[in-house]
């Protein structure tokens, strides 16, 4: 792979803007671990619990597009995870691997997407009486910019920070980070940018207003043009 320096400067710009990382509070009512196809995000939630930023985790997701990516990194490592939702399968990893306490851990596995994400934690932590003030958001960094706009739309009165495990970076010779391969992680970064405004108070109400820079949005245009193909539909 030899990648032009446009097209690594567009998509290192769009890999920044959408992992959106906020500086970590030094303590904070709720770590919530989201599912997706990377089970560093379970490593990284154990690692802030294990540091004392929050007393409790929850994990939230079910079976989803990116499920399947999932159960194909766990079965390189020899787990099996094949059939079974993303919170689940985090849980199991918390719990087994890193030693999070099964009594500080809740799990929601039932939704499917991000705005689900954030309505089903709501309900479940509604359920147990808890009213989390501060949230530490760990998502696939992909998807974190629009994670947290669906917890800012579920959780308007709680502060929420955003703490990706890792920010994507990619060379001329291609990705440098594993848990994707090239052509997945274009198809889900050159995915979101639309979903922004699709979600967002002109669609469907999943998640709060997120302003996307001209810069970025340019970016996304340009990549766009040169991966058609990777530009995941609406649905």
Partial sequence: MDLEPQIVEDINLLARFLAA????PNKADLIVVLGSALPVNATYGAQLFH???APFVLISGGIGHST???WANLEEEGIEGEDRAEADIFHDLMF???RVPPEKILVESVSTNCGSNAVQSKRLLDKVGLQPQSMILIQDPTMQRRTHASFQQSFPESALFSAP???PTVTPAGLENE?????RFLELILGEIPRFSAYGPEGQGFIAHTYVPNEVHSAWERLAEVFPDMVRPLI
């Fill in 179 to 183: 848990g994707w391969s090239f052509d």
């Fill in 21 to 24: 990382p906020t500086p970590l």
């Fill in 96 to 98: 087994g691997r890193y």
């Fill in 165 to 167: 495990p890792f920010i």
């Fill in 68 to 70: 399947p990516s999932l």
């Fill in 51 to 53: 540091q004392g930023l």
